[in-house]
């Protein structure tokens, strides 16, 4: 399946219009995955000093909801869902110190600070400001250009599971039929994995017929899946093999995909149908303070390991969700 979009599609991810008109000529993208690399590619090779500058004009000061210069709907809407987390932890006065540390920021580098804000509080946000205003603006300038890139990728992970739902309506039956398919294939590896594993015997896969990596999120408060949780996953990568606990630098974690619960509680394609998948420790993350506004977790992130002896093997991630809990277990 190919994917293609239009212009304000494309502007509303990134504000740039050098962007969103690149984006069209390389179009159509067989994956995200495609999309995002060329992305990257557009954002940090081609695009100018003025494109950056525009689509940092696009985004509303963190802890308001309108920005500066025009946006088109969909990106205002996406503004407002990214910041969910903040306005939720915002006070009356950490919104004054916000909005003042705002203006110290434009005053000094001439542009909205700008930082990718999902699941972040207002908190972390303001620390964050504080620490980068004492960068230099060259530096500064680059930073922002790298945190526009991660709100890109997000938007354009909305953008394709968005076109990926509509596709799929097309086609009720057969939608019905593989999550059938599916629901069946999770509760025969189940049994399986249970019976071999007793039995000491390798458990063995046949090819894929979904990504190597899934999730659903289980509201236990109310006993029915999670609707319209927003899932991200990502990779570890940098120059120590894996993360240390309470270390900081080394290496970040890379996007490799997001979505957002159906219905059922299960997420969208994170990964693409791969018969091997690449051995590294991986991140998933729940926005479960959209979710749950008042709840006591802001986020949730499960971090976990796949070996190369694991790298044919299906790794399935629930999460079983109350307002001040949660808990997981490694699925088959």
């Not at 239009?6 to 509303?12: C, L, M, Y």
């Not at 210069?69 to 990106?75: G, H, Q, T, Y």
């Not at 006993?223 to 120059?239: D, K, Q, T, Y």
């Not at 991986?282 to 979710?291: H, L, V």
Request: charged residues 20%; glycine residues 6%; neutral net charge.
């Amino acid at each position: 399946m190919e994917f293609s979009f239009d212009e304000k599609d494309f502007v509303s991810c990134c504000g740039s219009t050098r962007f969103a008109k690149d984006m069209v000529l390389a179009s159509p993208f067989s994956s995200l995955q495609h999309a995002v690399s060329v992305a990257r590619d557009v954002w940090f090779n081609k695009v100018d000093v003025n494109g950056w500058l525009q689509a940092f004009s696009a985004h509303p000061q963190i802890g308001h909801t309108h920005a500066p210069s025009v946006a088109s709907e969909a990106s205002a809407h996406w503004s407002k869902g990214e910041q969910s987390t903040a306005l939720s932890t915002a006070t009356g006065s950490s919104l004054q110190e916000l909005s003042e540390w705002n203006a110290r920021y434009w005053e000094k580098f001439g542009f909205v600070f700008l930082i990718c804000a999902s699941g972040r509080t207002t908190d972390e946000i303001l620390a964050e400001l504080k620490r980068r205003y004492t960068n230099r603006p060259i530096v500064e300038f680059e930073i922002a250009a790298q945190e526009q890139m991660k709100i890109t990728e997000l938007r354009l992970a909305k953008l394709f599971s968005s076109a990926e739902e509509i596709s799929s309506r097309t086609d009720k039956y057969s939608t019905a039929k593989k999550a059938e398919e599916d629901r069946i294939s999770i509760i025969s590896s189940h049994v399986t994995a249970a019976s071999e594993g007793s039995s000491g015997k390798p458990i063995h896969h046949s090819a894929r017929t979904r990504p190597p990596i899934t999730t659903h999120v289980l509201d236990v408060s109310r006993g029915s899946p999670a609707a319209g949780i927003e899932v991200l996953l990502e990779v570890w990568r940098g120059v120590h093999p894996r993360p240390t606990f309470g270390a900081t630098g080394g290496g970040s974690w890379v996007f490799q995909g997001s979505s957002a619960t159906d219905q059922d509680g299960r997420s969208g394609q994170l990964l693409s149908i791969v018969e091997d998948v690449s051995p590294g420790i991986y991140r998933i993350s729940f926005n479960t303070g959209k979710y749950i506004p008042n709840g006591f977790f802001p986020y949730v992130s499960i971090v976990f390991e796949i070996k190369d002896s694991q790298k044919r093997e299906h790794f399935h991630v629930p999460l079983l969700l109350s307002p001040f809990s949660f808990s997981t277990y490694r699925g088959s």
